[in-house]
Every structure is written in structure tokens, then in C-alpha cells.
């Protein structure tokens, strides 16, 4: 447990770039260097938090942390990758500092973003030659990044998972009809128990969500808790998307430019964006702004991480079944669509902004595939790039 905790702290002190950068990370380090999980492991745990509400790129963590040492892990795994932006995010809100202007903080962030691109498109082309494998699954990963590029919200996000696991289960039903093989399942297939989820859990999950708002009025602590709770129940897609939810929730209890300077604030600093949570929770209960960041920081996170592991059983069932095996290789390959997608807007979009980004992008590539410089080297090379284009040559 508390070397799952290092590991997810040592990723939390610089995962910049958002959700798609943090999967990106998380395949190098769990996947490819320390082997935790295997490639289709990685690739269904990535398909189950797209279906679920909350932060995607956490709850992985979680999953990764769990699969390393249970419940205790993945305990661990959230702690350690939330704790360096709660900390940082508290700290602003407290002193109601913002230093987005200061120069050195914005080579740092500039050349972190660079980073996430350079990781990403490791994960990315990790992905497509595992998942990828003939022209129909190379279609679908296509079509589901256009999917993402051209809707919003849930639509585009979890539709094409869901049409890529319907699609795949025809093709499997009328592959093995055409061959008249048979194989006789194994009992953990024919045990329906097997694919349903953990009630315990999700009674829990259900109690919060429909006992918070009657409880609310009684206490403001309470109320701080239902709201950022409430907020990630209905989330889908990460913290930009939080936005409009919680804006109207929190309207009396911060002003608009202090729920401005949170979003700026979470864009700042390294982890993942639902922590603007932990300024907003500060900036709330300003008498007692790390218990109120706290509070809004557990609140927002616990319900993505109930429905994680109350739907976890269900899930490991259902891609262990041998009928839906092509399913699963299609919702593999729409997964790397929805990656794709992410890599492309916001992580090439935000990140590379000259020509010479470019060549700094693909020469760190170079480095990390194939003369395998550690990420911290990169990080080294990168801030020395910016710096030089920052002060010498503009």
C-alpha cells in the first residue's frame, strides 16, 4: 500500500495535461515499466471508467491501485496522485494568490504540457498495435474519435463504446453460428451472480445521492458536502465539464470570480482538474478552509469511486465471457478512438504551439522510445527548451 502511494504521489507531482495525459502516464508506468497490468487489462479498465460518471483518469488510478493491493490500494492510489494538487489548490485558495503571470511558472507549465504530448502519443501508439489489428477495429477507433470530435457531453463519449460492444457482439454471434463451433462455457458463465454488481456498494452510492439533499439544510458542512457530491454523480468527461454543473449549485456560496479562479487555478497545477474542488471547498468555508477544501475534495471524488468498484464484479464477468470476446476487442478499439480524440484536442492543441514545438515533441519521443530517458530527463530537457524560447530567442 504505501509503495502504490509513492508511485501514484511521484505521478501526481507533475501529471500535467489532463485526463488523456493521465492515462498515458499510467500506461507507461503500470503497464509498460512495472507491469502491473497487462495491455487488455489497462484497455477494458479504461472502457469501464468512460461508462461511469466522475473523473475517468482517478478512478483508473483506483483500479490500478486495487488490482496492486485491493481496497487498501486503491485508497492509496487516490491519495497519492490527489494529494500534491489538493495541497497546491489550498494553498492558492487560501492566500488568494494566482500566479499565472509569474514567467518561470509558465515555462514550467509549458514545457509540462509538452511532456503530456510526448507520453500520450506513446500510450496512443502502445495502444493502436495491441488493440488494432485488422481494417474493421481500425475503422471503428476512427470513427469513434470522429464520434467525440463532432458531439459533447455523455453522447459522444459513451455511445460509441456502447454501439462498438453491440457491433462486436453480432459479428462474435455470426461467426459462430457460420462455424457451428461449439465450446462448453465454464460454470463462472453460466453463474449469474457473476454479472451483477456489488449492491452493498451501490446502496451506499444510491444513500448518498438521495439522503444528502434532505440532510443538506441542517448543517453547513453538510450542505458543502451534498453539493460537490451531487456534482460527481452527474458528471461525465472530466473537469471541464463540471463547469456548468457546479456553477448554479454554488451560486451564493462563492462569487463568480472566485469559481473563475478556481477553474484557472486547477489548470495551474499537476492531478486531476476535479481538485479545483479543494479551492472552491476553501473558498467556501473560509474560517475553516482546509476542513472545507477537504470535505469538497472527498465529496466529489467518492461518487465515481463507489460506482467503480459497485459495477467492477459486473464488469470483470462480462469481458471474461467467451461470447462477447469480439465485443471486447471492439471496445478496445473505440477506446483508442476516444484517446485519439483527446490527444489531438486538447492535448496537441493546448501544447504545441510553434514549429519548433513540434521537432522538440518528436526528438523527446525519440528519447523515450528508444533511447529510454526517464521521464524525469525529459522533464529536465523540455524546461530547458522552453526557457531558452521563452528568454533568448523571443
Known amino acids: ?92 485558495a487560501i492566500g488568494n494568490q494566482h500566479y499565472q503571470n509569474v514567467p518561470v511558472v509558465e515555462t514550467v507549465i509549458q514545457a509540462a504540457k509538452l511532456l503530456a504530448v510526448i507520453v500520450v502519443a506513446d500510450a496512443l501508439w502502445g495502444m493502436v498495435k495491441k488493440n488494432l489489428t485488422n481494417r474493421l477495429t481500425g475503422m ?46 465454464e460454470s463462472i458463465y453460466t453463474d449469474t451472480q457473476n454479472l451483477r454488481p456489488h449492491w452493498g456498494i451501490a446502496a451506499v452510492f444510491a444513500a448518498g445521492l438521495l439522503l444528502l439533499p434532505v440532510l443538506a439544510p441542517s448543517s453547513a458542512w ?37 469559481f473563475l479562479s478556481a477553474y484557472a487555478s486547477a489548470q495551474l497545477v499537476p492531478g486531476p482538474m476535479f481538485t479545483m474542488a479543494s479551492y472552491l471547498g476553501a473558498s467556501v468555508m473560509d474560517t475553516s478552509s ?38 471486447i476487442s471492439f471496445v478496445n478499439a473505440a477506446v483508442v478512438g476516444l484517446l485519439a480524440s483527446a490527444f489531438i484536442s486538447p492535448v496537441i492543441s493546448s501544447s504545441v504551439i510553434t514549429v519548433l514545438d513540434v521537432f522538440a515533441v518528436v526528438f523527446g519521443l525519440y528519447l523515450l522510445k528508444w533511447r529510454h530517458v526517464p521521464v524525469w530527463g525529459l522533464i529536465i530537457l523540455l524546461f530547458a527548451y522552453q526557457w531558452v524560447m521563452n528568454y533568448i530567442l523571443m
Open 1 to 92: 500500500m504505501v509503495y502504490v502511494l509513492w508511485q501514484f504521489f511521484l505521478l501526481g507531482l507533475y501529471s500535467f495535461g489532463g485526463p488523456a495525459a493521465h492515462i498515458g502516464y499510467f500506461h507507461r508506468e503500470f503497464v509498460q515499466n512495472k507491469k502491473w497490468l497487462t495491455e487488455q487489462d489497462f484497455t477494458q479498465a479504461v472502457a469501464l471508467c468512460q461508462f461511469l460518471p466522475g473523473p475517468a483518469s482517478s478512478q483508473l488510478g483506483m483500479y490500478i491501485g486495487y488490482r496492486r493491493s485491493g481496497y487498501l490500494g486503491a485508497i492509496a492510489a487516490f491519495v497519492g496522485f490527489t494529494t500534491p494538487s489538493f495541497l497546491l489548490l489550498t494553498f492558492l
Open 140 to 185: 471503428i477507433a476512427i470513427l469513434s474519435g470522429l464520434a467525440v470530435m463532432l458531439t459533447t457531453g455523455l453522447l459522444g463519449q459513451v455511445m460509441p463504446i456502447i454501439l462498438a460492444a453491440i457491433l462486436g457482439y453480432i459479428v462474435s454471434v455470426k461467426r459462430q453460428a457460420s462455424t457451428s463451433l461449439s465450446h462448453a462455457p
Open 222 to 258: 453538510l450542505n458543502l458536502f451534498n453539493v460537490f457530491y451531487q456534482a460527481g454523480s452527474f458528471v461525465f468527461g472530466g473537469g471541464h465539464v463540471v463547469l456548468p454543473l457546479l456553477e448554479p449549485m454554488l451560486q451564493g456560496m462563492v462569487t463568480a470570480d472566485t
Open 290 to 327: 482546509i476542513a472545507g477544501s477537504l470535505i469538497a475534495t472527498i465529496a466529489i471524488f467518492l461518487p465515481g469511486s463507489l460506482l467503480l468498484f459497485a459495477f467492477l464484479p459486473a464488469w470483470n464477468a462480462l469481458v471474461s465471457h467467451p461470447k462477447l470476446k469480439e465485443s
